[in-house]
T-cell receptor
């Protein structure tokens, strides 16, 4: 079946511009996660959505970062006034339900480059 | 979530079994052991997970010691396509954060060679 998809696959933007990154989770998955991976670094958790519950935003690095999930499916991660340190691969994952017994499946990522 | 320790790199001959160790000496009774891998420039790929018992699927086997302080991921017949960074992750049951997010360490770079 279809996996997690993300768009665009690559995004180059100028410092100070806003960007939107999109994630389409696996159909029927209620939990959705955003992570980012900077060059040569491990994955860093950003935000988590589960059904209609309030999202866990504990990993967002600043108030320039926000995310929403519409209709319990597609999610958009928005970065306002991008900075060079925002350059990274942004990864989305989804799982059937929340909790440690449910594996997360990752998309291919969006590579963001801020010039 | 408990911390994990993995060797930074390992080599394996193609066709041989690759045995990747992981220490998680502070794991608690309700925490799961997960393994993911990341092939260069791709998103992480789920491999297997377990709580107490050994697990096997089409990709790999997971052996967890009786005291649960360490585990080994076994790729029975490694191929060149198994070259990747392998992450061992301990994941708890927290209602917020702990049971939901994955905390990735630096992993083991497995290189499969002819």
């Amino acid at each position: 079946g279809a996996g997690v998809s993300q768009s665009p696959s690559n995004k180059v933007t100028e410092k100070g511009k806003d960007v939107e990154l999109r994630c389409d989770p696996i159909s029927g998955h209620t939990a959705l996660y955003w992570y980012r991976q900077s060059l040569g670094q491990g994955l860093e958790f950003l935000i988590y959505f589960q059904g209609n519950s309030a999202p866990d935003k504990s990993g967002l690095p600043s108030d320039r970062f926000s995310a929403e999930r519409t209709g319990g499916s597609v999610s958009t991660l928005t970065i306002q006034r991008t900075q060079q340190e925002d350059s990274a691969v942004y990864l989305c994952a989804s799982s059937l339900e929340w909790g440690p017994t449910y594996e997360q499946y990752f998309g291919p990522g969006t590579r963001l480059t801020v010039t | 979530d408990a911390k994990t320790t993995q060797p930074p790199s390992m080599d394996c001959a193609e066709g041989r079994a690759a045995n990747l160790p992981c220490n998680h000496s502070t794991i608690s009774g309700n925490e799961y052991v997960y393994w993911y891998r990341q092939i260069h420039s791709q998103g992480p790929q789920y491999i297997i997970h377990g709580l107490k018992n050994n697990e096997t699927n089409e990709m790999a086997s997971l052996i967890i010691t009786e005291d649960r302080k360490s585990s080994t991921l076994i790729l029975p017949h490694a191929t060149l396509r198994d070259t990747a960074v392998y992450y061992c992750i301990v994941r708890g049951r927290g209602l917020t954060g702990g049971g939901n997010k994955l905390t990735f360490g630096t992993g083991t770079q497995l290189k499969v060679e002819l």
